[in-house]
């Protein structure tokens, strides 16, 4: 067995190398570096993709979420209502941009926004919502939808872990994510589900003006070339990742399908375990997995990342700080926020190795060495 790793992305490069390089040396041959026409084809398979109007690739998922904030014309001081629970890039923008991030706790099971923490957060200086589709599932939207469009709040998706997910509304409307929002933001960071071969990321909209906008902001501010309208900044996605992306972008549903059928022999060989609790599969959510991450009670996590480090096993804790105990955070006063489910999951969480190329004998040795780690 070869050494274990937590996303093996040469094994996935090798299964599609003849066309990556044909690809790559193509735009090298071009000298076509930014903005070549793999760019905007990219940008138009992302639309149809997703199932949105507009899509603007950019820099990375970072910038993508900065830009879309950036587009909403928020002042100095306005509420920005984001999970806690989540990856710190979600809240550094709101930072950034000087505005004021206001945490939400995170369902215990599903650890997205809980819609009951979000009504409770809103003020009447919120002026956005970003959920994020944490570990590659869909936020619970309806509820979330329904009461940022009660308040006349925008919804920007942090989707940056869930492209090729789904989520179901409850009149049996099946909407990808990334499709649901006033804006959804991703990543290409090379380890997400859609990723690229360096950093990228992309901003869709089904709001004319919207994208209008975000694009000129990812520009410099400028419709016409030296003719700077606004404020914005420089966020481009390469040719060659957009080269890239779109030999992958054929292979998502196949890549999320891979992901799954991981996530089915691990929650098979877990979900009987009383110490072990497997990811919560919503009724309404098509997870694809960008973390395969148990819940431990009864023993030490800490514990159980370094015995299966011994044994060749490379594991995760996605997040060992909540964004709101961050030291980055501790001017804006939220160290002592009430969110007990996402200070409880910090403790608790642990990610197993999930990619494409898991194999039967590798899931095999991962599952029996962690039973046998717990005893
Ligand atoms: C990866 C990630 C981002 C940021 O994407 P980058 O491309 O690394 O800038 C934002 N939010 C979440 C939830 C992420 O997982």
Known sequence: MQQLQMVDLKRQYNKIKNEIDIAISNVIESTAFIGGKDVSALAAEL???VGVKHTIPCANGTDALQIALMALGLKAGDEVITPSFTYIATVEVVLLLGLKPVFVDVLPDAFTMDPVSLEGAITPNTKAIIPVHLYGQSADMAPILEIASKHGIPVIEDNAQAIGGSYTFPDGRIV?????????????FPSKNLGCYGDGGAIFTNDDDLAVKMKMIANHGQKVRYYHE???????????????LRIKLPLLDEYCDARRAAADYY???????PMLTVPYRAPYAHHVYHQYTLIVEGFDRDTLHTRLAEKGIPSMIYYPVPCHKQEMLKP?????????????????VISLPMHTELTEEELKYITTSLLEILG
């Open 47 to 49: 639309s149809a993709y």
């Open 176 to 188: 990808k994510t990334g499709a649901m929002g006033t804006i959804s933001c991703t990543s290409f």
């Open 230 to 244: 606004m404020v914005g900044c420089n966020s481009r996605l390469d040719s060659i990742q957009a080269a890239v």
């Open 267 to 273: 929650d098979n060989t877990f979900s009987s375990h």
């Open 332 to 348: 804006y006063g939220t160290h002592d926020a009430v969110l007990p489910v996402t200070n409880a999951l910090n403790a608790c």
